[in-house]
């Protein structure tokens, strides 16, 4: 539980966004067997991750692209200028809304949820011209 805590406590701007249930919900699956193995496979892909991504961004993609990214990262020191998931799209994508979501952190879903879901609705709203997403 402590190396999780570490994480949700560590990574937010406002860490009481995560409340200690939260986290046991969390701890309860990840202490599952196999439970972390998916998270750390997510880690060990990065090189080729990163190899991927260089060789998919020769041809970038076309679609609207929205990319939200915490302006509070303590492992960069704190307030950022431009979060790395808005720089990366922009790499990857021509049509990006790249949004900075002030005093978040790293789970900007559980930090500041109606802004998240007010941006995705314009976001689909702003797109929807085949009538197709409802």
């Not at 991750?49 to 990262?73: C, E, F, H, R, W």
């Not at 900075?100 to 879903?109: A, E, Q, R």
């Not at 109606?114 to 085949?130: A, P, R």
Request: no cysteine.
């Amino acid at each position: 539980m402590m190396y999780l805590s570490w994480f949700y406590r560590g990574l937010a701007y406002n860490p009481s966004a995560i409340t200690q249930e939260d986290i046991n919900e969390y701890v309860s699956h990840y202490s599952a067997p196999g439970g972390m193995h998916a998270g750390f496979e997510y880690y060990k892909a990065f090189p080729q991750d990163a190899i991927d991504n260089q060789n998919y961004s020769k041809t970038k993609l076309t679609m609207p692209v929205l990319a939200l990214g915490g302006g509070y990262i303590p492992v960069l020191g704190g307030n950022i200028t431009m979060p790395s998931v808005v720089y990366g799209m922009k790499m990857l994508a021509q049509n990006v809304q790249g949004i900075k979501v002030s005093n978040t952190g790293h789970f900007i879903p559980e930090e500041q949820p109606q802004f998240v879901i007010k941006q995705i609705s314009n976001f689909i709203g702003k797109h929807n011209t085949t009538n197709n997403i409802k």
